[in-house]
């Protein structure tokens, strides 16, 4: 081969890679602390789902798997800098807030969707007036974006100009957008029967992006496109041409040509791949920690990270027991206080934070999402935990009656043995030797618990229908308690132990059916986000917190420090203020 044709070559791969990596007309640049240099554009970054993805629509469905996937198809309108949590533009370019914080105008920045159609004030009207406030889409944000039982209404002032018009001061508005992904509406609006007259199924929007859809279909905003979904084995995405982020040294994001999601359920193989480098970067748990720790010690080429948990999306693992148990003694038996009491009590949380964690975890009586440095975070609250301490829970037991029989199991009144079971999934380590632990524990008081192990997404589907006795679980949290009020908020789908608190038909709380105590907590969550200081929020939150503890509906076990190991060869990975500060999109292979 010539040295003239060697040069034509380089000419055209340099060409080419300019034209694929022109500039949007009207970027974003991302945040410095994002970056330790400008990155290198090529190859593939390979993550791993830990379970099949439902759906690629991201109010349709509840599956972890398809929120992680739609995180790199789509944008909110704001978006939160990782480090800092400050508020930044993304699909807005900036906003105008009125005096009295009841409006809100967004300017919105011209781009387009990765089927080449303009974005426009169109899309941001159908997502938030119409798919998030679909009851019946399974993802639906309908409560975030209701204050005082009124919904934020957006209206369009022009094509690039939309407001939103709120009841009254609303102080998590922002937090919510940052998690609210905009939809294109040129291709989803048939699916639903304001925009269809053919759509007779009210849940039909459900339906929408199922993981048959062609990838073409499915059209988004964010930094990758859905390239290709072989069931079991990938989810592989690719760049998208038409993303509007630039570095902070004018080059386009992202600088992977794929991210390439392997789908992988058990954390050994996990970890197998992880070392033998088909796998970028991976959270960890803590069994694993100690392994990685010495072969990075030892000279392997990654390298693996130790911090506290910030407490935003961050999985702390709670113990809850169905209030509308089938079982008419269970059910009578975990509405009763003192049970619960006795339940916390003969919980072992060092032996779960020393044996299970190895030490990787902490409890200081938190509660989900509002840990030491939360300006929502309560002491008081933490304060009312209740220690390890079989013989108290002994004492209650025996208070109420529940007899010790022959064969060291408690009976009920009519002689039926106090038994029930502990669902969780069965391919996490941490769920099961939690779970063992208890077991063994609650048989020292007398009390038969059977261990049910259940793959993640039936367990899942099990939970939020309460087909269950008991339940070893955890929800990703939020800085901000209002963004899971659908969660530890009486009236709602996914208040899974007192599921009869909301009607299944009209999800509309049923006040009658809901505990002293959790009409209160439903206030707390009502006043809490319609209030638009952070200490008149803090103290609907507080009060919250401080009937949790005393009434413990949910027993929490610990919060895991977050554990990842990351190879060596991924750029613009570090820590920054004890925050990891990485992105899809702004990694890159050195």
Known sequence: ??????????????????????????????????????????????????????????????????????????????????????????????????????????????????????????????TFNDVVMDKNALGNEWDEYTIGGTPIKWVKINNYTVAALLPKPYGPFFTALEKSYVLPEHILANYLPQYNSKVTDP???????????????????????????????????????????????????????????????DPQTQLAMFQSGQISWLGIGASQFPYLKQKQLAGAPFSVYNLQSSGNATPHPFITF??????????????????????????????????????????????????????????????????????????????????????????????QPVEFTLLTWNDSPTMSGIAVIYQKDLQKVGIKLNLQFLEFGV??????AGNFDACLFSWGDALDPAMRRPIWSPGYSLYVNHLSTMDSKTHTPLFDHMMWWEKIVYNDFAEGQAQMTLAERAQYYYQWEEIYATEIPYIFIAVPNTLVAVQNDIGNFFISNDQIAATTYTTYLK
């Open 459 to 464: 367990t899942v589907n099990t939970v939020i």
């Open 203 to 265: 849940s039909y929007y459900n339906q929408a992006w199922t993981v048959n859809t062609s990838p073409d279909q499915i059209v988004g905003t964010g930094p990758y496109v859905l390239y290709k979904y072989i069931p079991g084995q990938e989810v592989i995405l690719k760049r998208n041409p038409n993303f509007w982020e630039v570095d902070p040294y004018g080059n386009q994001l992202p600088y992977f040509n794929e991210v390439d999601f392997l789908i992988v359920k």
């Open 1 to 126: 081969m010539s040295k003239k044709f060697l040069v034509i070559l380089m000419i055209l791969s340099v060409l080419s890679f300019i034209v694929f990596a022109a500039l949007p007309s009207d970027p974003f640049t991302e945040a410095s602390n994002l970056f330790q240099g400008p990155g290198k554009y090529g190859g593939t970054l390979y993550l791993v789902l830990g379970s099949e993805p439902q759906s690629w629509n991201y109010y349709g469905t509840l599956s972890s798997a398809a929120y992680t996937v739609d995180g790199q198809l789509f944008s909110p309108l704001v978006q939160a800098n990782p480090i800092t949590n400050e508020v930044e533009p993304a699909l807005a370019s900036s906003w105008d807030i009125s005096s009295g914080g009841t409006e809100v105008i967004f300017h919105l920045r011209h781009v387009l969707w990765s089927d080449g159609v303009p974005f426009t004030a169109d899309d941001v009207l159908f």
């Open 322 to 415: 169905n209030f509308d148990d089938k079982n008419p003694n269970l059910k009578a038996l975990f509405r009763n206080l003192q049970f619960r009491e006795a339940m916390e009590y003969a919980l072992d949380r060092n032996e779960i934070i020393n044996e299970v964690y190895n030490g990787l975890a902490n409890f200081t009586g938190d509660i989900p999402a509002v840990l030491p440095g939360n300006v929502f975070y309560d002491p008081e609250a933490s304060s009312l935990a209740r220690n390890f301490n079989l013989q108290a829970a002994n004492g209650i037991l025996d208070s109420l009656g529940l007899k010790m029989g022959p064969n060291g199991v408690r009976q009920f009144p009519d002689g």
